[in-house]
């Protein structure tokens, strides 16, 4: 099978025998923001030429795309902590960027940003089923006055949903689906995470013009970080709870794999519950477009002392990344930089990603409170990205993140650090779409081997 | 769907679960759509779960003494949350030291509370004003 994904930078396929789950080639080529169809071409063209013509006209082909900023998607909901968070967590499952989170009534100005913003799609979601029907029915009708020619997944009060679809139909596509939130403490994600893919798939990638890329291969799947998380539903079936982090030029990701839930009786769990597969996206870690906002957060004197750098060198070098965020570090300062870069992008990440336990006194004794995910029992964490693919990944320093004493922050305790040097987990996730069991022995074969 | 949403907690730092899980059952069994939220609740909890469920009630129950700080300001709240027409009742043990159910009462009325019942109290002691009254809401607002 071949995937091809599509990046921001760079277009990269590869060819794997997923029978044997063996990488057989792969190629590289600068993406054509133009039209990204030429840069695929030009990829596929150099796989081809290593595979035999039979065997290249019967394998599937299927691509993923982060290219132009991704899925770009506004969440909307009612209560802050119960459904905008649900709403903003079905959005990022589905490998969506959110450009804005919305609670309570929309106003006219937050229409406009989210035009601004170039959102591909709005989720609209607030209350719960039988509950509040009026900010649902409100957000529609100034959604409705602005019309943005852009598709509306209706997520909200079921009793209220078919009313706001009326609303909205006039100037939208738009799709009904079931409620994100539909009782207090029930976290229903999925039909909306599934619904957003499909649109995606038959509705934006036209929109974008990446039609034209059809031509070269079956399908344009997924956004790439739904490709990943997918990558991620399939080692865990194998595997079992995990974490991959995803370390990019302009953002980190984090996914786990887990339940989470509170392990002791002495642990009270607070919130809305978390999803099994959760995503999260810090737009402020990175080690390229984001390497100035990173060095803000972590302190030049920090970063320079760390990298064992001067300062001087170390704003001038950002300024540099700023130019030019596709050159890869050549020079020894330079990957030095992005090592202590790399170091304090996943360890935020993964601190912002992870629950923490809060310590409360109650006449019959004291109490945790936990709120988010409990990780502490997560065995695997999975590194992927350029960073990790270009084989600068030390291992201590990523063994380095995780404490080995119980800790308020809930994150994993001494686990298997994995690197994805073959960067094939998008490419994973792709072929899962037509042989899982195939994508399960693919990614065996090239992670296994490469944890402590 | 039932008629009527309420929204059912022990507010504080409270871990009185059984009385809760009884409420419960027993507010279900008579007709009600119960949001019961548990244990430990905070009156951001109780504020946020009524908007979303567009609730006609809440239901606070404080076990252990210190029922008049954790409720202190909840009213207000709710005022500021838009939510002025929503019931507020209170019942349980309210207060330490062997006070007045009379005093008890008229302070928990000066909080907001449209009505405060006293440790001991039976569901079937408090439907039929709880009825009463949500019926009486709704042709207000009407």
């Given at each position: 099978?071949?995937?091809?994904?599509?990046?921001?930078?760079y277009?990269?396929?590869?060819?794997?025998d997923?029978?044997?789950?063996?990488?057989?080639?792969?190629?590289i080529?600068?993406?054509?923001?133009?039209?990204?169809?030429?840069g695929?071409?030009a990829v596929?063209?150099?796989?081809?030429?290593?595979?035999?013509?039979?065997?290249w006209r019967?394998?599937?082909?299927?691509?993923?795309?982060s290219?132009?900023?991704?899925?770009?998607?506004?969440?909307?909901?009612?209560?802050?902590?119960?459904?905008a968070?649900?709403?903003?967590?079905?959005?990022?499952?589905?490998?969506a960027r959110?450009?804005?989170?919305?609670?309570y009534?929309?106003?006219?100005?937050?229409?406009r940003?989210i035009a601004?913003?170039?959102?591909d799609?709005?989720?609209?979601a607030?209350?719960?089923?039988?509950g509040n029907?009026?900010?649902?029915?409100?957000?529609?009708?100034?959604?409705a006055?602005?019309?943005?020619?852009?598709?509306?997944?209706?997520?909200g009060?079921?009793?209220?949903?078919?009313?706001?679809?009326?609303v909205?139909s006039?100037s939208?596509?738009?799709?009904?689906?079931?409620?994100?939130m539909?009782?207090?403490?029930?976290?229903?994600?999925?039909?909306?995470?599934?619904?957003?893919r499909?649109?995606?798939?038959e509705?934006?990638?036209?929109?974008?013009?990446?039609?034209?890329?059809e031509?070269?291969?079956?399908?344009?799947?997924?956004?790439?970080?739904?490709?990943?998380l997918?990558?991620?539903m399939?080692?865990?079936?194998?595997?079992g709870?995990h974490?991959?982090?995803?370390l990019?030029g302009?953002?980190?990701?984090?996914?786990?794999?887990?339940s989470?839930?509170p392990?002791?009786?002495s642990?009270v769990?607070?919130?809305?519950?978390?999803?099994?597969?959760?995503?999260t996206v810090?737009?402020?870690?990175g080690?390229?477009?984001?390497?100035?906002?990173?060095?803000?957060?972590?302190g030049l004197?920090?970063?320079?002392?760390?990298?064992n750098?001067?300062?001087?060198y170390?704003s001038?070098?950002?300024?540099?990344?700023?130019?030019?965020?596709?050159a890869?570090?050549?020079?020894g300062?330079e990957?030095?930089?992005?090592?202590a870069?790399?170091?304090?992008?996943?360890?935020e990440?993964?601190?912002?990603?992870?629950?923490?336990?809060?310590?409360?006194?109650?006449?019959?004794?004291?109490?945790?409170?936990?709120r988010?995910?409990?990780?502490?029992?997560i065995?695997?964490?999975?590194?992927?990205?350029g960073?990790f693919?270009?084989?600068e990944?030390?291992?201590?320093?990523?063994?380095?993140?995780?404490?080995?004493?119980?800790?308020?922050?809930?994150?994993?305790r001494?686990?298997?650090i994995?690197?994805?040097?073959?960067?094939?987990?998008?490419?994973?996730?792709?072929?899962?779409?037509?042989?899982?069991r195939?994508a399960a022995?693919?990614?065996?074969?090239?992670?296994?081997?490469t944890?402590? | 769907?039932a008629?009527?949403?309420?929204?059912l907690?022990?507010?504080?730092?409270d871990?009185h679960a059984?009385?809760?899980?009884?409420?419960?059952?027993?507010?279900?069994?008579?007709g009600?759509?119960?949001?019961?939220l548990?244990?430990?609740?905070?009156?951001q909890?109780?504020?946020?779960?009524a908007?979303e469920?567009?609730?006609d009630?809440?239901l606070?129950?404080?076990?252990?003494?210190?029922?008049?700080?954790?409720?202190?300001?909840?009213?207000?709240?709710?005022i500021e949350?838009?939510?002025?027409?929503?019931?507020?009742?209170?019942?349980?043990y309210l207060?330490?030291?062997?006070q007045?159910?009379?005093?008890?009462?008229?302070k928990?009325r000066?909080?907001?509370?449209?009505?405060?019942?006293?440790p001991?109290?039976m569901?079937?002691?408090?439907?039929?004003?709880?009825?009463?009254?949500?019926?009486?809401?709704?042709?207000?607002?009407?």
């Amino acid at each position: 099978m071949v995937a091809v994904d599509i990046g921001s930078t760079y277009t990269k396929a590869l060819a794997a025998d997923v029978s044997s789950g063996q990488v057989v080639c792969r190629a590289i080529h600068p993406t054509t923001p133009d039209d990204v169809s030429h840069g695929v071409a030009a990829v596929l063209t150099e796989l081809e030429a290593s595979i035999r013509p039979h065997v290249w006209r019967s394998c599937p082909k299927l691509a993923c795309s982060s290219a132009a900023g991704g899925l770009r998607m506004a969440a909307v909901g009612l209560v802050p902590d119960l459904t905008a968070k649900a709403a903003e967590q079905a959005v990022l499952g589905a490998g969506a960027r959110v450009v804005g989170c919305y609670s309570y009534e929309l106003t006219h100005d937050d229409v406009r940003a989210i035009a601004n913003a170039n959102a591909d799609m709005i989720l609209l979601a607030g209350g719960t089923d039988g509950g509040n029907r009026r900010t649902l029915l409100g957000n529609a009708q100034i959604l409705a006055e602005h019309a943005l020619e852009i598709p509306v997944v209706i997520a909200g009060n079921r009793c209220a949903a078919a009313e706001a679809e009326a609303v909205l139909s006039q100037s939208y596509e738009t799709h009904l689906t079931e409620n994100v939130m539909p009782e207090i403490g029930v976290l229903n994600v999925e039909p909306a995470r599934e619904q957003i893919r499909r649109i995606f798939m038959e509705t934006i990638v036209y929109a974008r013009g990446f039609e034209k890329v059809e031509r070269w291969v079956d399908r344009l799947i997924m956004p790439t970080p739904a490709a990943v998380l997918q990558a991620g539903m399939v080692w865990s079936e194998m595997a079992g709870d995990h974490i991959i982090v995803d370390l990019g030029g302009a953002t980190t990701d984090v996914h786990s794999f887990c339940s989470g839930r509170p392990q002791s009786e002495s642990v009270v769990y607070r919130g809305l519950p978390e999803p099994y597969a959760k995503r999260t996206v810090e737009g402020d870690l990175g080690l390229r477009v984001s390497a100035q906002a990173l060095t803000e957060h972590v302190g030049l004197d920090v970063l320079a002392e760390e990298a064992n750098l001067t300062k001087e060198y170390l704003s001038r070098r950002l300024a540099e990344i700023h130019q030019k965020p596709a050159a890869l570090s050549t020079t020894g300062e330079e990957i030095r930089l992005d090592r202590a870069m790399a170091v304090h992008a996943c360890r935020e990440a993964l601190r912002r990603h992870a629950g923490w336990l809060e310590e409360t006194y109650t006449p019959s004794g004291r109490l945790w409170l936990q709120r988010g995910k409990d990780l502490t029992d997560i065995c695997t964490v999975v590194f992927t990205g350029g960073y990790f693919a270009h084989g600068e990944g030390k291992r201590q320093d990523m063994q380095g993140l995780f404490p080995s004493q119980p800790a308020l922050e809930l994150l994993p305790r001494d686990p298997d650090i994995v690197f994805d040097s073959g960067h094939i987990l998008a490419a994973a996730g792709l072929f899962s779409e037509r042989d899982r069991r195939g994508a399960a022995r693919f990614l065996k074969r090239q992670l296994a081997g490469t944890s402590t | 769907m039932a008629e009527y949403t309420l929204i059912l907690g022990v507010i504080g730092s409270d871990v009185h679960a059984v009385g809760n899980k009884v409420l419960e059952v027993a507010l279900e069994e008579a007709g009600f759509h119960v949001v019961n939220l548990g244990v430990l609740v905070s009156q951001q909890e109780f504020i946020e779960a009524a908007i979303e469920t567009d609730a006609d009630a809440i239901l606070v129950t404080s076990l252990y003494g210190h029922g008049e700080i954790d409720c202190r300001g909840l009213k207000d709240a709710l005022i500021e949350a838009g939510l002025d027409d929503v019931l507020l009742y209170i019942g349980g043990y309210l207060v330490i030291g062997s006070q007045r159910w009379e005093d008890v009462e008229d302070k928990f009325r000066a909080m907001g509370f449209d009505r405060v019942y006293p440790p001991g109290t039976m569901v079937e002691d408090f439907l039929p004003q709880l009825r009463a009254d949500l019926a009486r809401q709704r042709g207000e607002s009407h």
